[in-house]
């Protein structure tokens, strides 16, 4: 849907953050995770490795290390604290923490996850996205980035109604 129809607002109630004006939700709350626009779930103070920690708490530390070297955190890369890394980093190390977390989640809600990612960082989240076990819900205007992550429902949020449309032509 174009910008302001709504989209983030619709997440943010699949996700639990909002309540309806009317009707009402049924989710299963403490299996979906939501990752903004803002990729605000991360302490930006800490590292990658000690926000990983809290995601994965009773994984072994070398565990740990090895899921983030998955996602390119290796070495001291882990150990940098979130502020100082790039927009893709971050979508990375944020995905690493959502992903391996303890319960894993069965729904994954994105909010324009490529926006402001360089080629090689938007190849690395369909790459995490393929490999990703649960159920996804994408708002994205990039067609092509959707159609390599296998979206295969099509939502048009306009005019405040949800329709169901076929997929775009590439």
């Not at 690493?96 to 960082?121: I, K, R």
Request: overall charge neutral; aromatic content about 6%; glycine content about 8%.
């Amino acid at each position: 849907g174009p910008n302001g129809a709504g989209k983030t607002t619709l997440l943010r109630l699949l996700q639990g953050g909002l309540e309806p004006d009317a009707g009402q939700i049924k989710r299963a709350d403490s299996r979906i995770a939501y990752l903004s626009q803002r990729l605000d779930v991360l302490d930006l103070s800490r590292t990658v490795a000690e926000n990983f920690a809290t995601f994965a708490p009773h994984r072994t530390a070398a565990e740990r290390m090895n899921l983030l070297a998955r996602f390119l955190f290796r070495g001291s890369r882990a150990h940098l604290p979130v502020q100082v890394l790039s927009g893709g980093e971050r979508l990375r190390a944020t995905l690493a923490c959502v992903l391996c977390a303890e319960p894993a989640p069965q729904l994954l809600l994105l909010d324009e996850p490529t926006n402001n990612l360089d080629l090689v960082s938007a190849g690395q989240l369909e790459s995490a996205l393929a490999s990703y076990q649960g159920a996804f819900v994408v708002v994205s205007h990039d067609e092509r980035f959707l159609a390599r992550i296998g979206i295969d429902r099509w939502l048009r949020l306009a005019g405040g109604e949800l329709r169901e449309t076929a997929a775009p032509e590439m």
